[in-house]
Protein backbone atom coordinates (compact mmCIF):
# COMPACT_ATOMS: atom_id res chain seq x y z
CA UNK A 1 0.00 0.00 0.00
CA UNK A 2 1.05 3.64 -0.81
CA UNK A 3 0.64 5.67 1.93
CA UNK A 4 0.09 9.28 1.59
CA UNK A 5 2.46 11.73 2.52
CA UNK A 6 2.36 13.42 5.81
CA UNK A 7 4.13 15.31 8.50
CA UNK A 8 5.45 12.53 10.77
CA UNK A 9 3.78 9.11 11.87
CA UNK A 10 0.70 10.69 13.81
CA UNK A 11 -1.62 13.37 13.13
CA UNK A 12 -2.72 15.36 15.52
CA UNK A 13 -6.45 16.02 15.12
CA UNK A 14 -7.05 18.23 18.17
CA UNK A 15 -4.33 21.06 18.49
CA UNK A 16 -3.34 21.16 14.81
CA UNK A 17 -5.76 19.12 13.07
CA UNK A 18 -4.50 18.19 9.48
CA UNK A 19 -5.50 19.66 5.98
CA UNK A 20 -8.99 17.53 4.53
CA UNK A 21 -6.79 16.98 1.37
CA UNK A 22 -4.40 14.82 3.21
CA UNK A 23 -6.92 13.02 5.36
CA UNK A 24 -9.43 12.36 2.15
CA UNK A 25 -5.65 10.52 0.44
CA UNK A 26 -5.76 8.18 3.87
CA UNK A 27 -8.83 7.33 2.89
CA UNK A 28 -8.58 7.11 -1.12
CA UNK A 29 -5.72 4.46 -0.05
CA UNK A 30 -7.65 2.69 2.51
CA UNK A 31 -10.44 2.20 0.39
CA UNK A 32 -8.33 1.47 -2.83
CA UNK A 33 -7.04 -1.55 -0.38
CA UNK A 34 -10.08 -2.44 0.19
CA UNK A 35 -11.55 -2.96 -2.98
CA UNK A 36 -8.27 -4.90 -4.02
CA UNK A 37 -9.99 -7.60 -1.43
CA UNK A 38 -13.58 -7.43 -2.10
CA UNK A 39 -13.05 -7.73 -5.98
CA UNK A 40 -11.48 -11.41 -4.74
CA UNK A 41 -14.05 -12.37 -2.85
CA UNK A 42 -16.46 -15.39 -4.09
CA UNK A 43 -19.93 -15.78 -3.34
CA UNK A 44 -19.28 -18.63 -0.71
CA UNK A 45 -16.63 -16.24 1.21
CA UNK A 46 -18.78 -13.58 1.30
CA UNK A 47 -21.53 -15.25 2.93
CA UNK A 48 -19.28 -16.47 5.50
CA UNK A 49 -18.60 -15.30 9.34
CA UNK A 50 -16.57 -12.33 9.12
CA UNK A 51 -14.58 -11.19 12.64
CA UNK A 52 -17.68 -9.96 14.19
CA UNK A 53 -20.44 -11.87 16.15
CA UNK A 54 -23.31 -12.50 14.26
CA UNK A 55 -21.91 -10.54 10.73
CA UNK A 56 -21.34 -12.44 7.66
CA UNK A 57 -18.46 -10.95 5.18
CA UNK A 58 -21.58 -9.15 3.49
CA UNK A 59 -22.74 -7.50 6.56
CA UNK A 60 -19.07 -5.63 6.36
CA UNK A 61 -19.13 -4.80 3.18
CA UNK A 62 -23.10 -3.40 3.37
CA UNK A 63 -22.41 -1.35 6.11
CA UNK A 64 -19.12 -0.06 4.69
CA UNK A 65 -21.06 0.89 1.77
CA UNK A 66 -24.04 2.13 4.13
CA UNK A 67 -21.75 4.01 5.97
CA UNK A 68 -19.92 6.01 3.09
CA UNK A 69 -23.32 7.12 2.44
CA UNK A 70 -24.40 8.37 5.74
CA UNK A 71 -21.22 9.94 5.75
CA UNK A 72 -21.17 11.80 2.82
CA UNK A 73 -24.56 13.11 4.09
CA UNK A 74 -22.85 14.90 6.44
CA UNK A 75 -20.76 16.46 3.81
CA UNK A 76 -23.55 17.69 2.22
CA UNK A 77 -24.91 19.74 5.52
CA UNK A 78 -21.50 21.05 5.65
CA UNK A 79 -21.79 22.17 1.66
CA UNK A 80 -25.23 23.01 1.79
CA UNK A 81 -25.85 24.63 5.65
CA UNK A 82 -28.91 21.91 5.90
CA UNK A 83 -29.28 20.06 8.09
CA UNK A 84 -28.94 16.41 6.44
CA UNK A 85 -29.08 13.45 8.89
CA UNK A 86 -26.71 10.44 8.55
CA UNK A 87 -29.58 7.84 8.72
CA UNK A 88 -33.43 8.57 8.02
CA UNK A 89 -34.48 7.07 11.07
CA UNK A 90 -32.45 4.69 13.96
CA UNK A 91 -33.47 1.97 12.64
CA UNK A 92 -32.49 2.64 9.10
CA UNK A 93 -28.62 1.38 9.50
CA UNK A 94 -29.10 -1.93 10.62
CA UNK A 95 -32.21 -2.46 8.36
CA UNK A 96 -30.04 -1.60 5.54
CA UNK A 97 -27.13 -3.84 6.80
CA UNK A 98 -29.78 -6.92 7.28
CA UNK A 99 -30.90 -6.54 3.75
CA UNK A 100 -28.21 -6.08 1.52
CA UNK A 101 -25.63 -8.43 3.60
CA UNK A 102 -26.69 -11.72 1.78
CA UNK A 103 -26.09 -10.20 -2.01
CA UNK A 104 -23.72 -11.46 -4.32
CA UNK A 105 -20.16 -10.80 -3.58
CA UNK A 106 -20.36 -8.94 -6.91
CA UNK A 107 -23.17 -6.99 -5.95
CA UNK A 108 -21.61 -6.48 -2.80
CA UNK A 109 -18.33 -5.10 -4.55
CA UNK A 110 -19.93 -2.86 -6.52
CA UNK A 111 -21.98 -1.42 -3.76
CA UNK A 112 -18.84 -0.52 -1.98
CA UNK A 113 -17.17 0.84 -4.81
CA UNK A 114 -20.02 2.77 -6.06
CA UNK A 115 -20.70 4.42 -2.71
CA UNK A 116 -17.27 5.30 -1.73
CA UNK A 117 -16.85 7.25 -5.36
CA UNK A 118 -19.65 8.80 -3.95
CA UNK A 119 -18.36 9.88 -0.86
CA UNK A 120 -15.41 10.78 -2.32
CA UNK A 121 -16.86 13.41 -5.10
CA UNK A 122 -18.81 14.87 -1.97
CA UNK A 123 -15.87 15.44 0.02
CA UNK A 124 -14.38 17.05 -3.17
CA UNK A 125 -17.63 19.02 -3.56
CA UNK A 126 -16.99 20.77 -0.02
CA UNK A 127 -15.35 24.30 -0.40
CA UNK A 128 -12.89 25.27 2.28
CA UNK A 129 -14.46 27.19 4.22
CA UNK A 130 -17.35 24.58 5.44
CA UNK A 131 -14.99 22.43 6.61
CA UNK A 132 -15.06 23.93 9.83
CA UNK A 133 -18.93 23.70 9.76
CA UNK A 134 -20.69 21.71 12.84
CA UNK A 135 -22.51 18.18 11.83
CA UNK A 136 -23.52 15.53 13.73
CA UNK A 137 -24.27 12.02 13.64
CA UNK A 138 -24.87 8.67 15.36
CA UNK A 139 -24.18 11.07 18.48
CA UNK A 140 -21.01 12.74 17.56
CA UNK A 141 -20.96 15.89 16.97
CA UNK A 142 -17.77 17.77 15.16
CA UNK A 143 -16.13 19.60 12.69
CA UNK A 144 -17.03 18.39 8.86
CA UNK A 145 -13.16 17.74 8.51
CA UNK A 146 -13.48 15.07 11.35
CA UNK A 147 -16.01 13.07 8.97
CA UNK A 148 -13.05 11.88 6.67
CA UNK A 149 -10.94 10.86 9.55
CA UNK A 150 -14.64 8.97 10.18
CA UNK A 151 -14.21 7.31 6.92
CA UNK A 152 -10.79 6.46 7.43
CA UNK A 153 -11.20 4.62 10.51
CA UNK A 154 -14.35 2.01 9.35
CA UNK A 155 -12.66 1.63 6.33
CA UNK A 156 -9.23 -0.19 8.08
CA UNK A 157 -10.96 -1.41 10.64
CA UNK A 158 -13.40 -3.15 8.86
CA UNK A 159 -10.80 -4.12 6.63
CA UNK A 160 -9.41 -6.35 9.14
CA UNK A 161 -12.75 -7.55 10.04
CA UNK A 162 -13.49 -9.43 7.19
CA UNK A 163 -11.05 -12.02 7.84
CA UNK A 164 -9.07 -12.09 4.99
CA UNK A 165 -5.59 -11.55 4.28
CA UNK A 166 -5.65 -7.44 5.52
CA UNK A 167 -4.54 -7.44 8.99
CA UNK A 168 -3.74 -4.93 12.12
CA UNK A 169 0.08 -4.75 10.56
CA UNK A 170 -1.00 -3.80 7.26
CA UNK A 171 -2.64 -0.47 9.31
CA UNK A 172 -0.84 2.75 7.50
CA UNK A 173 1.81 4.27 10.29
CA UNK A 174 0.01 7.59 10.16
CA UNK A 175 -3.35 5.69 11.16
CA UNK A 176 -2.63 3.23 13.58
CA UNK A 177 -0.65 6.34 15.07
CA UNK A 178 -3.27 8.45 15.83
CA UNK A 179 -6.08 6.10 16.48
CA UNK A 180 -3.51 4.57 19.63
CA UNK A 181 -3.50 8.14 21.08
CA UNK A 182 -7.06 9.31 20.44
CA UNK A 183 -8.81 5.50 21.69
CA UNK A 184 -5.99 5.58 24.51
CA UNK A 185 -7.99 8.74 25.77
CA UNK A 186 -10.98 7.21 25.57
CA UNK A 187 -10.12 4.55 27.31
CA UNK A 188 -8.60 6.52 29.91
CA UNK A 189 -11.97 8.38 30.78
CA UNK A 190 -13.39 4.79 31.28
CA UNK A 191 -14.31 4.07 34.72
CA UNK A 192 -14.51 0.59 33.91
CA UNK A 193 -11.10 0.47 32.20
CA UNK A 194 -8.53 -0.81 34.53
CA UNK A 195 -5.38 1.45 34.72
CA UNK A 196 -2.42 0.93 32.59
CA UNK A 197 -0.10 2.59 31.37
CA UNK A 198 1.06 1.93 27.54
CA UNK A 199 4.09 2.33 26.24
CA UNK A 200 4.61 2.37 22.02
CA UNK A 201 8.06 0.79 21.86
CA UNK A 202 8.41 1.73 17.93
CA UNK A 203 7.86 5.31 18.08
CA UNK A 204 8.49 6.15 22.34
CA UNK A 205 4.72 7.57 22.50
CA UNK A 206 3.32 6.96 25.86
CA UNK A 207 -0.76 6.92 27.09
CA UNK A 208 -2.58 6.19 30.14
CA UNK A 209 -5.93 4.29 29.86
CA UNK A 210 -8.31 3.72 33.06
CA UNK A 211 -10.21 6.62 34.29
CA UNK A 212 -8.43 8.97 36.75
CA UNK A 213 -5.13 8.13 35.36
CA UNK A 214 -3.94 11.44 34.07
CA UNK A 215 -0.67 10.39 34.72
CA UNK A 216 1.58 7.27 34.78
CA UNK A 217 1.32 7.72 38.27
CA UNK A 218 -1.92 6.31 38.28
CA UNK A 219 -1.12 3.11 36.18
CA UNK A 220 0.48 0.10 38.25
CA UNK A 221 0.88 -1.84 35.07
CA UNK A 222 2.79 -1.19 31.84
CA UNK A 223 1.75 -2.52 28.73
CA UNK A 224 4.79 -2.45 25.61
CA UNK A 225 4.70 -2.83 22.47
CA UNK A 226 4.15 -2.05 18.61
CA UNK A 227 1.48 0.06 17.63
CA UNK A 228 0.01 -1.68 15.49
CA UNK A 229 -0.65 -4.75 17.55
CA UNK A 230 -1.21 -2.20 20.67
CA UNK A 231 -3.90 -0.67 18.88
CA UNK A 232 -5.04 -3.92 17.98
CA UNK A 233 -5.43 -5.36 21.58
CA UNK A 234 -6.96 -2.36 22.63
CA UNK A 235 -10.22 -2.42 20.10
CA UNK A 236 -10.29 -5.82 20.28
CA UNK A 237 -8.95 -7.12 16.96
CA UNK A 238 -5.97 -8.79 18.32
CA UNK A 239 -4.89 -10.78 21.67
CA UNK A 240 -1.97 -8.87 21.90
CA UNK A 241 1.14 -11.88 21.48
CA UNK A 242 3.46 -9.12 20.59
CA UNK A 243 2.82 -6.94 23.84
CA UNK A 244 4.27 -7.57 27.24
CA UNK A 245 3.28 -6.76 30.49
CA UNK A 246 5.47 -5.19 33.15
CA UNK A 247 4.99 -6.11 36.06
CA UNK A 248 5.11 -10.01 34.51
CA UNK A 249 1.94 -11.19 34.06
CA UNK A 250 -1.10 -11.34 31.75
CA UNK A 251 -2.48 -7.83 29.72
CA UNK A 252 -4.73 -6.18 31.68
CA UNK A 253 -8.52 -7.02 30.77
CA UNK A 254 -9.94 -3.62 28.98
CA UNK A 255 -13.45 -3.57 28.21
CA UNK A 256 -15.36 -4.01 24.51
CA UNK A 257 -14.16 -0.45 22.33
Do not use: K
Not at 96 to 106: D, L, W
Amino acid sequence: MTEPVLAGSELDLVTSPPAPADILAMVGAATAALLRTARDLTDEQAGAPSRLPGWTRGHVLTHLARNADGLANLLTWARTGVVTPMYASPGEREANIEAGAGRPAAELTADVTASAAAFAAAAQAVPGPAWAAEVSGRGWSHPAWYTLWRRVSEVEIHHVDLGLEYGPGDWPAAFAATSLRRISGEFAARPECPAARLLAADSGAEYTIGAGTGSAAGATVTVTGPTRPMLAWLIGRGQGEELTAAPAGPLPEVPAW
